[in-house]
């Protein structure tokens, strides 16, 4: 079983529509998730961390963390065609190890 | 790109040869890490170094060896490239005690 798991996708929305963006991990001891945009060909750029259960927002985006059921979710409300890309989801599972999911395609049509 | 460069930023090799990417920060950060990236696996932690001299394996370690010897750079080298080994290959750093990493451009490695 991976450490972290995500859908591949692609999650298509419609300009406007709330993208919802979903990842499991198996590590209980995992102590900070982060969700992680990366245009194609480009690097992965942060865009999202979370520390503790319950809902983190940051303008159109918000992390939701549920330790106990070992789920992170990532919101995007109105949603733009330059969210188009892949959305890498991250967890910490000890001092500085670090796990990504294999990230999830997503696409928003105009 | 946070301060950090990565070269070669492309580099086709023949299998059996010796390859170095380099990784170089400007933040003074303590932590860098070594990432590989292919299709359906997502980015997957080869080494990392917390401080000079100091480095430990991450989860596909076999076939690489890193070096720091200064801060600011961070070595990464294929003894004897393999075709297993092409991948875009990530540098990232970290400050000492937070959560976040910051990536830098990539290499694009192809073994041939």
């Known amino acids: 079983q991976k450490e972290v798991e995500q859908n591949s996708g692609p999650l298509s929305v419609p300009e406007g529509a709330i993208a919802s963006l979903n990842c499991t991990y198996s590590?209980?001891?995992?102590?900070?998730f982060f969700w992680y945009r990366q245009y194609s060909g480009k690097s992965p750029e942060l865009i999202m961390s979370?520390?503790?259960?319950g809902d983190k927002e940051d303008g159109r985006f918000t992390a939701q963390l549920n330790k106990a059921s070992q789920y992170v979710s990532l919101l995007i409300r109105d949603s733009q065609p330059s969210d188009s890309a892949t959305y890498l989801c991250?967890?910490?599972?000890?001092?500085?190890?670090?796990?990504f999911g294999s990230g999830t395609k997503l696409n928003v049509k105009p | 790109d946070a301060g950090i460069t990565q070269s070669p930023r492309h580099k086709v090799t023949e299998t059996g040869t010796p390859v170095t990417l380099r990784c170089h920060q400007t933040e003074n950060h303590r932590y860098m890490y070594w990432y590989r990236q292919d299709p359906g696996h997502g980015l997957r932690l080869i080494h990392y170094s917390y401080g000079v001299k100091d480095t430990d394996k991450g989860e596909v370690s076999d076939g690489y060896s890193v070096s720091r010897s200064k801060t600011e750079d961070f070595l990464l080298t294929l003894e004897s490239a393999t075709s297993s080994q092409t991948s875009v290959y990530f540098c990232a750093i970290g400050t000492s005690g937070v959560n976040e990493q910051y990536f830098g451009p990539g290499t694009r490695l192809t073994v041939t």
């Open positions: 991250a967890v910490k599972v000890n001092f500085n190890k670090f796990y």
């Open positions: 590590d209980r001891v995992s102590q900070s």
């Open positions: 979370i520390y503790s259960n």
